[in-house]
């Protein structure tokens, strides 16, 4: 029976931000597609975009935090139960799989 509430109360929150999200549509004033708009902008200097460079070894900083965040959160709310095992073997898995990406 709580399933079934837990599951009404998610429908019915979803229906209410689908119900917001179109009243805001509907209320809200026609974006007009102006080139400045979409232009780059950085302190007043215009810029060319193709000299923006992103690092991809940031990229993997970022990535290991998050799955490593992840792993942690997840051992910690399965630490009293059963599964606790197979989810400490599994973040064992991903991480001997992280060890094995290419750094370049």
Same mark, same amino acid.
């Given at each position: *029976?709580?399933?079934?509430?837990?599951?009404?109360?998610?429908?019915?929150?979803? #229906? $209410?931000?689908?119900? #917001?999200?179109?009243?805001?549509?509907?209320?809200? &004033? &026609?974006?007009?597609? +102006?080139?400045?708009?979409?232009?780059?902008?950085?302190?007043?200097?215009?810029?060319? &975009?193709?000299?923006?460079? *992103?690092? $991809?070894? +940031? %990229?993997?900083?970022?990535? %290991? %935090?998050?799955?490593?965040?992840?792993?942690?959160?997840?051992?910690?709310?399965? *630490?009293?139960? %059963?599964?606790?095992?197979?989810?400490?073997?599994?973040? $064992?898995?991903?991480?001997?799989?992280?060890?094995? $990406? &290419?750094?370049?």
């Amino acid at each position: *029976m709580q399933a079934l509430a837990t599951w009404v109360g998610l429908l019915i929150c979803l #229906f $209410i931000a689908v119900v #917001f999200y179109l009243l805001g549509k509907k209320i809200a &004033p &026609p974006s007009e597609e +102006n080139p400045e708009k979409t232009a780059p902008y950085a302190c007043g200097e215009d810029y060319p &975009p193709e000299k923006i460079q *992103m690092y $991809i070894h +940031n %990229f993997y900083y970022i990535a %290991f %935090f998050v799955l490593f965040e992840i792993a942690t959160l997840i051992l910690a709310l399965s *630490m009293f139960s %059963f599964s606790f095992y197979v989810v400490a073997a599994y973040a $064992i898995i991903v991480f001997l799989t992280l060890l094995q $990406i &290419p750094r370049w």
